[in-house]
């Protein structure tokens, strides 16, 4: 099976089902970050942040363009050593107030963890969500993959 696009898959996160419609193609020029198209909504910032979540590659990020296309952010752990983790990684992202997470296996063959909301990257929610959701991921991911997680 083909692994499903970013804004697929962020779309099963928040809804649990497909959507009515799958959308593959850029509704929106876009502009360039180094080298990348990418929404124009997004502020550098929080491309900066996101390009360098701790142990993770992201694929895909989107800042949101309406119901059938939420902002999320795609990534694969670097490490496939990590790769059992990334149900427990993307429990612990679901389990935060305006975050929805699920993991699925992508065209790498590895499991990959979507980071989803209906927010948009340029209301005031969305402004909120984009400026605090990287450091959530990250922090999560440092807990994880460098302290080991696990109970107290």
């Not at 497909?18 to 876009?30: A, M, N």
């Not at 990418?38 to 900066?48: G, K, T």
Request: hydrophobic share 40%.
């Amino acid at each position: 099976m083909k692994a499903m696009n970013g804004h697929t898959l962020a779309y099963v996160a928040i809804h649990g089902e497909l959507p009515p419609v799958i959308q593959v193609d850029r509704e929106d020029p876009g502009r360039r970050w180094k080298g990348w198209t990418v929404d124009a909504n997004l502020l550098d910032s929080w491309l900066e942040t996101v390009n360098n979540l701790h142990g993770a590659t992201v694929v895909s990020v989107c800042g949101g363009h309406g119901p059938l296309r939420p902002s999320h952010i795609v990534f694969y752990l670097k490490e496939k050593r990590h790769d059992k983790k990334t149900v427990q990684i993307s429990g612990i992202l679901n389990n935060i107030k305006g975050v929805w997470s699920i993991v699925d296996e992508g065209n790498l063959n590895r499991p990959r963890i979507c980071v989803a909301s209906p927010v948009m990257a340029g209301t005031e929610e969305g402004h909120e969500w984009w400026s605090i959701i990287p450091l959530i991921i990250d922090a999560c991911l440092v807990m994880e993959l460098s302290w080991g997680g696990g109970e107290k």
